[in-house]
């Protein structure tokens, strides 16, 4: 019960919703999510532990940028919220490295 209690406050948050949209289609590099929030980085990294936490989300180091998915194996109540946010397809880096 534990880990669905920290996925369901983890997701009971607007900017951690609009996180796992900007997900939906794949990996984002995490300047690309200081854009879309417009909050700063500190704040984005906040947000990002917490899905984390919750077994909600992945990284992966390249270089000095993290990269984040959603995790593979998703519980039901976790995969029932992300199929009703529509995916955010602004948050993408565009070259190989984030110019943020």
Known sequence: MDLLEKQLKALADKNRLTLLACMKNGEVCVCDF????????????????????????????DGTWKYYRLAKELSPVVQAVI???QANDTCRCEGTTCSS
């Open 34 to 61: 200081v854009e879309v929030l417009g909050i700063s980085q500190p704040a984005v990294s906040q947000q990002l532990k917490k899905l984390k936490e919750a077994d909600i989300i992945t990284e992966r180091k």
């Open 83 to 85: 199929a009703e946010i």
